[in-house]
């Protein structure tokens, strides 16, 4: 299996425009979460769904951030407008509650730069 | 509310030293304590899985061990080599899927 596929991996966008982070569970595996790693606050989980459906968003930090799953093998992460304190490295995990519900896979990441 | 915090932030030994990393949670209802790897520009990789019922975890020359009572985890690396170098993150786990993640101790280990 390739694993969590992330794109893109490196991102750069003046304030105010829209961004969109893709990502690719492992296949099989019912449960997509995105997090957020800053050095000021770690990691932080932002939002996970299980088969498709968001189930707990309460670390989404504000209405500008959005996120969907439609379809198992498929989510994004938006930010419009987005600022320069969204500046982070954003990850995506999935797992699966049959096989090893305990272990979150995680993807490469994608660092946002928002100038 | 759940907080997790790791000592060092940083450590630097030489190779073929034993090391230990600490953990540290003020709420003791927990479902299970992972420790992660993390290199530079990837993802994470879980190390070791303690369930709150048990004590310690080993493989290799890894071994995690968990007080809940107390709230402290550790993470010991035996006879460290300069492939150990990443940053090591200490999560817990409370009911749900909630993981609160520690801020890492980032480890240089020196040939």
Redesign the interface.
Known sequence: DAG?IQSPRHEVTEMGQEVTLRCKPISGHD?L?WYRQTMMR????LI?FNNNVP??DSGMPEDRFSAKMPNASFSTLKIQPSEPRDSAVY?C?SSSTSRDP???Y????TRLTVL | KQEVTQIPAALSVPEGENLVLNCSFTDSAIYNLQWFRQDPGKGLTSLLLIQSSQREQTSGRLNASLDKSSGRSTLYIAASQPGDSATYLCAVKAGGFKTIFGAGTRLFVKA
């Not at chain 1, 770690?42 to 989980?45: K, N, P, V």
């Open positions: 969590v449960y979460f770690g990691l932080e989980l996970y189930i707990d990850f995990a305990d272990t979150q995680f993807g490469p990441g």
